[in-house]
């Protein structure tokens, strides 16, 4: 009895490892909207020439997260992770200088 039931566990749990391991090949729903919170990265040229804060502002208008990551030459400790919802702000004299997604 010990012995069968030790085989039916063992098939069962082996089964259940190959099904975990299949790659999901399900085409995405037609039905799903477009990410809409990562905004346009073509109109983060936007940001140039603004100030800190009317960029903030237009960030959060688009949805979008930001950070300083460079304030007049002074380069700022940041993540590495990359957020295609995010904007960084590179600062020079008040103004934002550069603008990348990330």
Known sequence: MKLRFTILFLISFTSLSFNSCKED????????????????????????????????????????????????????????????DRINFTIEKGKIVKATRG
């Open 25 to 84: 090949t399900t085409p995405p729903s037609p039905e799903t909207p477009p990410d809409t919170k990562a905004g346009d990265p073509a109109k983060d040229s936007d940001f140039v020439g603004l100030t800190a804060e009317a960029g903030e502002a237009l960030a959060k208008e688009r949805g979008l997260a930001n950070r300083v990551v460079s304030l007049d030459g002074e380069v700022r400790p940041v993540t590495m992770d990359y957020r295609e």
